[in-house]
């Protein structure tokens, strides 16, 4: 193992964190203080590759969030590289700090605790740092939607912060589920027919496209469509080739507000026509 920097007797806290890192990622090949980027200035205490071409690096010492990452965050989000993080510190300052453990974890940062006797906890872990949405950005969209809608998009919202891809996909599940509703309470109004219900997702949107009223929001059902159909398998069959998959790891945060934006703009528009259901 490569010589550390760690302050004098906090060896334990690289050995553990190795161990650690060894057993849940099946022994990488693990790099000490190296840079992993050329345009990032820091050089963690270990970084690794994943199969999956995303890197995952730790910050091994004292502190629960130490100063280089508040000084780097800024950068390590520009990253185009799929980036996830970790602070590795003794457990008792986590016990002694739970303010600084919980602005860790605000930010992005996972954090894998060891005790005196080498054990090593994960208390938090750790999202692509280009993922992360805040709770106020999401809270945003919430406004005006009705309380079971804002529960089950929270529910998404969850799903995304452990993983961005499920939760892309969730989220575009719960917009499909509006779709249907709203076409079902369409068909009651005899708007539409129950064939045409029935015909899928993709052409029932067409159908509501070109019908009156509902194709006085022509644009908005379009937008609906496109997104549905984009989304809606986001998550399975990744692309084989490296580049492609950190293509698709950076749209995440994009498309989860987008499918928030488009679920209350949906809802909105249709009630302005006279199409209002309940969720």
């Known amino acids: 193992m490569a010589a550390s920097a760690l302050t004098p007797g906090g060896d334990y806290l690289l050995n553990a964190a190795c161990q650690h890192f060894n057993r849940h990622f099946q022994n990488?090949?693990?790099?000490?203080?190296?840079?992993?980027?050329?345009?990032?200035d820091w050089r963690p205490s270990l970084h690794f590759r994943t199969?999956?071409?995303?890197?995952?690096?730790a910050q091994i010492g004292e502190a629960v969030f130490p100063e280089i990452l508040r000084r780097r965050r800024g950068s390590l989000m520009r990253?185009?590289?799929?980036?996830?993080?970790f602070c590795v510190c003794p457990l008792e300052e986590y016990q002694?700090?739970?303010e600084e453990a919980e602005d860790l974890r605000d930010n992005g940062f996972g954090?894998?605790?060891?005790?005196?006797?080498g054990g090593c906890q994960l208390q938090y872990d750790a999202v692509p740092l280009q993922h992360i949405i805040q709770l106020e950005e999401v809270e945003l969209e919430f406004d005006g939607l009705p309380k079971k809608l804002r529960q089950r998009l929270a529910d998404s919202y969850r799903a995304y912060?452990?993983?961005?891809?499920?939760?892309?996909?969730?989220?575009?599940e719960v917009f499909e589920e509006i779709i249907n509703k709203a076409a079902a309470t369409a068909r009651r109004k005899g708007w539409i027919t129950a064939t045409q219900e029935a015909q899928g997702l993709a052409n029932v949107l067409?159908?509501?496209?070109?019908?009156?009223?509902?194709?006085?929001?022509?644009?908005?059902?379009?937008?609906?469509?496109?997104?549905?159909?984009?989304?809606?398998?986001?998550?399975?069959?990744?692309?084989?080739?490296?580049?492609?998959?950190?293509?698709?790891?950076?749209?995440?945060?994009h498309a989860f507000l987008e499918g928030l934006k488009q679920?209350?703009?949906?809802?909105?528009d249709m009630a302005e026509v006279g199409l209002k259901f309940r969720y």
């Open 96 to 98: 002694n700090n739970p």
């Open 28 to 40: 990488p090949e693990l790099k000490f203080t190296e840079k992993f980027a050329a345009n990032i």
């Open 79 to 85: 990253s185009a590289l799929p980036l996830t993080v």
């Open 206 to 253: 067409q159908t509501m496209e070109n019908r009156p009223p509902m194709n006085q929001k022509r644009q908005t059902i379009a937008a609906a469509r496109g997104f549905t159909h984009k989304y809606r398998n986001f998550n399975h069959h990744p692309p084989a080739e490296a580049r492609a998959r950190a293509r698709r790891f950076r749209e995440c945060r």
């Open 263 to 268: 679920i209350r703009d949906f809802r909105e």
């Open 111 to 117: 954090l894998i605790t060891i005790s005196a006797n």
């Open 51 to 57: 199969p999956s071409h995303s890197i995952v690096a």
């Open 161 to 172: 912060s452990g993983d961005p891809l499920a939760g892309v996909r969730d989220v575009t």
